[in-house]
């Protein structure tokens, strides 16, 4: 069964920096690697939105408004996806959430939720 730990949320100041890590555990690596991942985030009152993509074998994508100041990687030999966020705002703040989609399976799995607040 998949899990997917997610780390690194937190409050930050507008124009500042955090980064959100989601660890595929009980992952092997090809599994790991041939999955498609994602973070969405999810503010109050408001629907969960995609935010940045990184489909196996694909180019990332983002949102327009994140765009240019947030990143998404994957570290195959670490089993974990990044979501490095930059020149944060207040409407940033959100529950961000790590998807994990298999290759072989189409079976969606999710991580826990960390929350980023922006604040001054």
């Known amino acids: 069964q998949v899990q997917l730990v997610e780390s690194g949320g937190g409050t930050a100041q507008p124009g500042g920096s955090l980064r959100l890590s989601c660890k595929g555990s009980?992952?092997?690596?090809?599994?790991?690697?041939?999955?498609?991942w994602a973070w969405y985030r999810q503010a109050p009152g408001k629907q969960r939105e995609l935010v940045a993509s990184?489909?196996?074998?694909?180019?990332?994508d983002y949102l327009d408004s994140v765009r240019g100041r947030f990143t998404i990687s994957r570290d195959n030999t670490k089993k974990t996806v990044y979501l490095q966020m930059n020149n944060l705002i207040v409407e940033d703040t959100a529950v961000y959430y790590c998807?994990?989609?298999?290759?072989?399976?189409?079976?969606?799995?999710w991580g826990q939720g960390t929350q980023v607040t922006v604040s001054s």
């Open positions: 998807n994990c989609r298999l290759g072989y399976s189409n079976d969606d799995y």
């Open positions: 990184s489909p196996s074998g694909g180019s990332t």
């Open positions: 009980r992952m092997i690596l090809s599994t790991f690697s041939g999955a498609s």
